[in-house]
């Protein structure tokens, strides 16, 4: 029996008319239209990709990382055509590479980022409209700052994870303890603002949450004293609202 | 009788859904979608919107102009909003103004930019897919900034008009005669381009089929020699394929 590669892709892709990365039936996903192009390139099925995290219906990835594996031998320069050319120009293959029997997408991440993007003035660019989000208020950079600081380092972020959601394979021992590296905010233009957070791992919804409570304090609606209340409170009920899936990205990922 | 008032619209536009600007039975346009909310925003009908000129399907506006009369009373704030209230999220008011009887869109302007955008490198993000041109081949910049330097100034772009599409009330009296004040190339960023063309008038296609020739060029296909050949030829069929319309905006009309 020939032997068994383990392959790594890295995809792009435009969220805006898919139903999330995770395969469903009679919905288009990020990894059902890949894994259909796989049993096809590789001549074989089914395939199983994983991906190293799940994004929901809207979100954008920069650079998601998956694996599967395979026994084909197609050589990587092909595979990777062969999945582009089959694929909607909404998911693009940035890299196909062969990595160690002991890599897995999940499971061996050390760190993620997302960048989440804001536009703020009274009418937004319709250019813009599908990858930022639209905030017609003036917003205070100073305030949010301040809640970006106080969420950096280790924390319990269970005010921020969508409720009843919790997958225990990936958060077995640690709770809704996350560390976040950083969380930071720019400026990209006049009007726009890039949130960007780095993390050993995010809950789920856990960047929306935390986008929708911090919007809240940029707008003066919550005071950063109750912002600090809400981080403490280890409670989604005390947090504001989800923000919109599609100013969300995610950027990349560390091994 | 109630006095006739003369209103300027600016307006962006994501051109990706629309067949263009101009009004066509069974199709969704620019035009069209505005002027069926002007009929129900000044309670009358019909209303005819004149435009600066037409984009073609697909085209994309930062700041088009256009203008309309009418006798209704309706202030111009609750106007603006009523107009993105009802219009589509693709298409945006971004200004509405009165102005003086003698201003019309079209006949008044001075000069209009356009932009065009490029992206190279082997695979395009599916984030910019919808606005800028893929060309997954190296350029040379010196050579297409050389081919800008030769259009600078006035010529007959016959070359570069569409065939057959002449619309005798713009061009009365100069032909395809026009003036480029300033054919420019600025890099975006490490794989991005933009090209901007400013000029008195642009003929039918005229910067998609200076676009598709220039890419010809800097692709080393066609020699700076044979491009100024084809700006000589006053012919259509000596320039090269018209460039699709995705990666092209309307910017600004002078008045």
Redesign the interface.
């Known amino acids: 029996m020939p032997p068994m590669r383990n392959i790594k892709l890295t995809i ?3 969220g805006t008319e898919f139903s999330g990365w995770q395969k469903q039936i009679n919905a288009p996903t990020i990894q059902g239209e890949i894994e259909k192009r796989l049993e096809l390139v590789t001549n074989s099925s089914p395939v199983t990709l994983h991906g190293a995290g799940r994004t929901d219906a809207g979100v ?1 990835a ?1 650079a998601m990382v998956a694996n599967f594996h395979s026994i084909s031998s197609i050589i990587l320069p092909q595979l990777h055509r062969a999945l ?1 050319s089959m694929l909607p ?6 890299a196909a590479e062969e990595v160690s029997q002991d890599f897995h997408a999940r499971f061996s991440v050390r760190s993620k980022t997302y960048i989440y993007k804001i536009e703020t003035g009274a ?5 813009h ?1 599908l ?1 930022q989000v639209h905030i017609p208020s003036s917003l205070s950079i100073e305030k949010m700052e301040a809640c970006l600081n106080l969420l950096s380092g280790t924390h319990d972020f269970a005010s921020f994870e969508a409720a009843g959601s919790r997958d225990k394979s990936i958060t077995t021992g640690r709770g809704s303890i996350r560390t976040l590296q950083k969380a930071e905010l720019s400026k990209t233009n006049a009007n726009s603002f890039e949130f960007s957070f780095t993390g050993d791992g995010f809950l789920r919804h856990m960047v929306r949450n935390i986008m929708g409570t911090i919007l809240d304090v940029g707008k003066g609606r919550t005071s950063l004293v109750d912002f600090k209340k809400i981080i403490q409170a280890k409670d989604r009920s005390a947090a504001g609202v989800t923000a919109p899936a599609h100013g969300l990205f995610l950027q990349t990922i560390r091994y």
């Open positions: 792009a892709y435009d954008h920069l582009n120009m909404a998911i693009r293959i940035l009418i937004q660019s319709p250019i409209r990858y």
